[in-house]
């Protein structure tokens, strides 16, 4: 195999030509190298990435492993032993990770070399990346657009090919948007299915861990080998993790499928090739035989509002252990233990990041507990039965993952509340604890002269039930050629 | 958007964030609009809802009561900004 195409291998046909001996482990590293040297300079989607290590572990690699000697890019949010985790903040500056998050460890015993450290909102927050205090990532189908957020450098790696595949978190569409705005796969299963443990938390009940890809194949091998129950995270749930893979093989058609459509996502915001796209994508499903039946969620107009209480009032409680005691940033001579907390914390953490803790504080605060934070916990519920009433009508929902395509670098920093609505259609599956994955599901050819750009198709399953939402998403995949496209680069 | 009920000063204190006068201007005004934003959510009614703290079915998730490794005590202070004597340096709290 020539060095030149191992790049753009997904995970599955690499380790084909891993067992096949076509190349080796290594030629795989070095091979990443000059892929590295080229494009990253121009997609800037690694903030540090550690060839020699790399290169060790794959000479050492055992190619028979599920995943031997398949490198693997890391959100910078995740803690992989002996490599930096600052989460794109200046208050983890220097901090090296003294264990592996248990989503690392499980991969790694599967073979795989956990890769670099990749860019992202500081903190998980945002939907750009723009957030992050390492500087920005670009598209890689167009340069002067964002890569969606907040695992903004996860899904330009993956859709650049700087990596094979990637982790990331997804708290309120972390995964699903960016990897939308990037042309790649992004699964986020359902909450408990992949335990947290070693994943810095951001809102500790809407996170969970999952990978970007360049198949929805390759993500049902990740998912398989990172699913289930963890001691070291209470909430990963003791249910069995089901062959993934082998609940693709002889996909063809979506006969028996019933796809729900649902009524209140099709808003005023969306652009028209999004709606487009989408309309033409359920086309495409209802003739491989799915049937369509319209379903409403009607307190989706909520579920921002919801989210943006429910986030930061968690977000505020976790990043309370920022203290400048056991690790990170400290302050310099404080006069006393309340400055050391104030200008630690003032110099550490970067604008969305203070805007996220102090709405966070001030909707759990005494006085407005009820009328925010607890109001916010009950709509959830009233969000989450929704979904539970959708899905006694059909087995999964087809919508967009975004309303728009990538937008341009700057569009909306100065208007947090512009940035929050990126994430509209992502947010549900979170607040619901549901599955969602999003798949290439078509270009935008109107707003970058010469520059399509990608456009995500987004099905949502009811909880543990990512066997068949993986199932429709390779059948859509395979019928079509959107994820075959790749960036000029 | 006005918010006469949320200083973001104090709120910035009761956070432990030091805010520049800029910043406390920006956020006032932002935080504000997104508040206004909230404010739908009054709009629902949620008389008898019982609130969603997480979505996982499982609770009171036990473990046998063994001991078992962590990290050493050079492993925990590995990240520490100051140590002293195997132990976390504190700023002082206590004249």
Partial sequence: ??????????????????????????DVIDALAARLEKVDPKVRAYLSHDLTGARQAAAAADVNLPLGGIPIGMKDVLNVKGQPCGCASHILDGYIAPYDATAVARLRAAGAIPFGRLNMDEFAMGSSTENSSKGITHNPWDFDRVPGGSSGGSAASVGADLAFAALGSDTGGSIRQPAALCGCVGLKPTYGRISRYGLVAFASSLDQIGPFTKTVED??????????????????????????????????????????????????????AVTKAVRAAVAHCERLGAEIIEVSLPHTEYAVGVYYIVATAEASANLARFDGVRYGHRATDPTGLLDHYMRTRAEGFGP????????????????????????????????????????????????????????????????????????????AANLAGIPGISVPGGFDETLSPGKPLPIGLQFLAPAFAESNLLRIAHVYEQTTEWHQKRPAL | MPAPDFDVRYVATLARLNLTDEETRTFQHQLADVLAFVDALKKVDVTGVEPTAHTSDVFNVFRDDVARSGLTSAEALGNAPRRANDLFVVTKVVE
Wanted: charged share 25%; net charge neutral.
């Fill in chain 1, 1 to 26: 195999m020539s060095p030149q195409d191992i790049p753009f291998l997904s995970v599955g046909a690499l380790r084909t030509a891993l067992r096949a001996r076509e190349c080796s482990p290594v």
């Fill in chain 1, 219 to 272: 993500s049902a091998i990740l998912l398989g080998l990172m699913a289930g129950k963890d001691p070291m995270d209470s909430t990963s749930v003791d249910d069995p993790v089901p062959d993934y893979v082998a609940a693709l093989a002889g996909a063809k058609d979506l006969r028996g499928v019933k796809l729900g459509l649902p009524k209140e996502y099709f808003i005023e915001g969306i652009t028209p």
């Fill in chain 1, 352 to 427: 969305e990041v203070k805007r996220r803790i102090i709405l966070g504080t001030h909707v759990l605060s005494s006085g407005y507990h009820d009328a925010y934070y607890l109001r916010a916990q009950k709509v959830r519920t009233l969000i989450r039965r929704d979904f539970f009433q959708a899905f006694e009508k059909v087995d999964a929902i087809v919508c967009p993952t975004s309303p728009c395509a990538a937008f341009k670098l700057g569009e909306r920093t100065a208007d947090p509340l512009q940035m929050y609505l990126a994430d509209i259609f992502t947010i």
